[in-house]
């Protein structure tokens, strides 16, 4: 596994000193968060600013493998092109290198369809998307939410009903620790090699508080990485943390160093 950083965490800057920070305090690889992502296309032609970003966080040794599409698009929002909203925004990821795309599920909640329902509409769009990626080295990794794809066996269904090698699961920890099934190790375990990508972070399990590990929060750190470890995942340890970026840069830097012995603790 390679230590990870979600660009969110310097949200104040923009993308390129974003990068700049992560690699004054020896980070390699980032996620890159929605809101630079969406600085990026305000930017331009997806493929010519993903590009000309790929060239310049190589230049400064840092691997943005990992990528969060458009937050809070809503999959099956018909009065908007959201299909042709994302293919724009995997342009982007596909430019700068990005192999990891986190997506989330539209959770519909003001509808009153069923949820046999929601989830028809949701792979319907996502059977567009990765049609488009297809042959590609891209894969839109679902995250886990608390109304849809709670836990790997939601996720899976929509893997096995899109039936495309572009389309895998991004754990959230703090997410799945807010719903019924806490268990972090089941969830590994049954994602298996369809766990493409995830957002490490810990909360108290009453709201999504994106704390770092061994802190106040409930999350059983030490099982994820065991777990991690179990399957063979090799992707990115990302974490994904706004909660700890409330100060000053200098600050945020000496976390980001704590965060470094930690992960080598954990991994040892």
């Known amino acids: 596994m390679k230590l990870s950083m979600w660009s969110s965490y310097y949200m104040d800057l923009s993308p390129e000193d974003a990068i700049l920070e992560l690699e004054r305090n020896g980070y390699s690889y980032c996620e890159l968060s929605d809101e ?3 600085v990026l296309l305000s930017r331009g032609d997806a493929r010519t600013v993903g590009t000309e970003f790929k060239k310049f966080c190589q230049a400064h040794n840092v691997n943005v493998l990992q990528g969060h599409l458009y ?3 809503r ?3 018909e009065t908007m092109p959201v299909v042709e909203i994302l293919k724009n925004w995997l342009d ?3 430019a700068i290198g990005i192999k990891a795309a986190v997506l989330h599920c539209d959770e519909m909640p003001e509808s009153n369809i069923s949820f046999h329902e929601k989830r028809e509409k949701n792979a319907a769009v996502l059977r567009q998307l990765t049609e488009y990626l297809k042959g590609s080295d891209l ?3 679902l995250e886990n939410l608390p109304r849809m794809g709670k836990n790997a066996g939601e996720l899976l269904w929509f893997i096995n009903q899109v039936g495309s090698d572009n389309l895998g ?3 959230d920890t703090g997410h799945l620790n807010l719903t019924e099934f806490r268990d ?3 969830f590994i375990k049954e994602a298996g090699e369809h766990l493409k990508a995830l957002h490490i972070a810990d909360n108290e399990g009453e709201c999504d508080q994106h ?3 061994f802190g106040r929060g409930s999350v059983d750190i030490e099982t994820v990485v065991s777990a991690l470890n179990e399957i063979g995942y090799d992707g990115l340890f990302n974490l994904e943390i706004p909660g700890e970026r409330n100060c000053p840069l200098e600050v945020r830097g000496y976390k980001l160093q704590y965060i470094k012995q930690v992960f080598n603790y954990l991994t040892k």
Do not use: G, K, Y
């Open 211 to 213: 704390m770092m590990p």
């Open 92 to 94: 982007l990821f596909s």
């Open 75 to 77: 999959l099956c929002n």
């Open 36 to 38: 630079h992502a969406a």
């Open 169 to 171: 699961i991004c754990l």
């Open 139 to 141: 894969t839109i990794c």
């Open 184 to 186: 972090q190790r089941a």
């Open 71 to 73: 937050l809070t698009i």
